[in-house]
């Protein structure tokens, strides 16, 4: 993973600060790779969710800094460098996955009306990364991404995506790069060809 040393280098304060909060030492903070300071903002938010006591040193400066630094953790794991390359064997694999569902759907013996993945937010972020529609923010706790397949009256077949980031429901609608929000199906399918790795073990080697 490759994490630009100047967007480090714009927290160092902070990252000295966070230091003493924790017992992390600075050496392991700055080192993003290792998720440590990612997994200090994952903590605090779930704490805060399930309205458990948080440090007094937590501040909402504080969150807002860590999360800073986990966008960038995760902007860095699937972007930045060889994002098309990354594509293929991260977020691309969970595309391939739902591409496959969607078409299921499409023949009229296939029953089945929801299809449901639970995940982390790295996932999330993976998969949207593939399809060019991340925001550059972590998926916050109970972030969904929904892709539904709709079938008009002429039998032509559209694919609309939605996302929701919070916990009161609220649905962002997400159009897919060279497509309309409601997007013909061939052209979708097209459209996210180039993120699919038919043979995964063999694109990984290279």
């Known amino acids: 993973m490759i994490v630009p040393i100047s967007a480090v280098q714009s927290h160092r304060n902070f990252i000295n600060t966070l230091a003493r909060y924790t ?20 903590n605090l938010m779930v704490e805060i969710t399930h309205h458990y006591p948080i440090p007094s040193w937590a501040t909402p400066d504080v969150l807002a800094k860590t999360e ?22 991260q977020g691309g694999l969970v595309v391939k996955a739902v591409l496959k569902d969607i078409t299921e759907a499409t023949k009229h013996e296939n029953k089945r009306k929801l299809t449901v993945y639970s995940a982390h937010a790295t996932t999330i972020a993976a998969f949207q990364m593939a399809l060019n529609i991340y ?11 929904f892709i539904e397949l709709y079938e008009d009256i002429n039998g032509q077949y559209t694919v609309e995506m939605y996302y929701r980031n919070d916990t009161y429901g609220r649905l962002q609608q997400l159009a897919l790069p060279g497509c309309t929000f409601s997007c013909p199906l061939a052209r979708f399918t097209r459209l996210v060809s180039a993120v699919i790795v038919k043979d995964w073990a063999k694109e990984c080697e290279k």
């Open 68 to 89: 800073k630094l986990s966008d960038l953790t995760i902007l860095s794991l699937f972007g930045i460098y060889k994002k098309k390359e990354k594509s293929l064997l």
């Open 135 to 145: 925001n550059g923010k972590v998926p916050p706790l109970s972030s969904c991404q």
């Open 23 to 42: 017992g992390y030492d600075v050496a392991t903070l700055k080192n993003l790779t290792n998720w440590k300071t990612s997994n200090i903002h994952d």
